[in-house]
Structure formats: C-alpha cells, structure tokens
C-alpha cells in the first residue's frame, strides 16, 4: 500500500502506479504543479540578500518578492514597514 500524492487516499502500489492512486490524480497533480525554477541571476540575488541587514521583516519580504515574484506589485515601504492598501 502506498499513500497518493495528490488525493492521499492509500492504494495499492503497482508499477504504474507508483505515486499516484488513479491517472485522473496525476493529471491533477500536472496541472496543479507550479514551475519551481529559479533562474541564476535570482539565486545570485538572493545570496546577495544573504548578507544585507534589514530594518524589518517586511523589507525583507519586499526584497524577496522582488527577486521571485517580479510581475507582482511591489508593496510599499514607509520606514521599512510594508504599507498594505485599504480596499476601501
Ligand atoms: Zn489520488
């Protein structure tokens, strides 16, 4: 018996089966996979980040985002906190 890595329901554990307990679980575990590549020029960055100081967490957070998440907004920073906008 083994444990599928997406439903994690048990089921028997053949050899086409070997991580997952129906295809439809594989399929789902596909597309639910997000790329996790880190491009060289990132990890450089963040072993640069490695040895910055930092006036808080969320700069830190800031920074990090920055490096993995370019496309999303970056937050803003007042004395070194991230200001997060009101909906309203
Ligand atoms: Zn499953």
């Known amino acids: 018996m083994d444990i599928c890595s997406w439903c994690g329901r048990q089921f028997p554990k053949t050899r086409a089966t070997r991580k997952y307990c129906t295809p439809k679980c594989k399929t789902n575990a596909c597309l639910g996979r997000k790329p996790a ?6 990890v450089a960055a963040l072993y640069a980040l490695l040895e910055s100081d930092f006036a808080s967490a969320d700069e830190l957070l800031g920074r990090l985002r ?13 004395n070194g906190r991230a200001i997060i906008p009101r909906m309203d």
């Open 37 to 42: 590549r880190i491009r060289a020029a990132d």
């Open 66 to 78: 920055a490096i993995l998440v370019p496309e999303s907004e970056p937050l803003p920073l007042v």
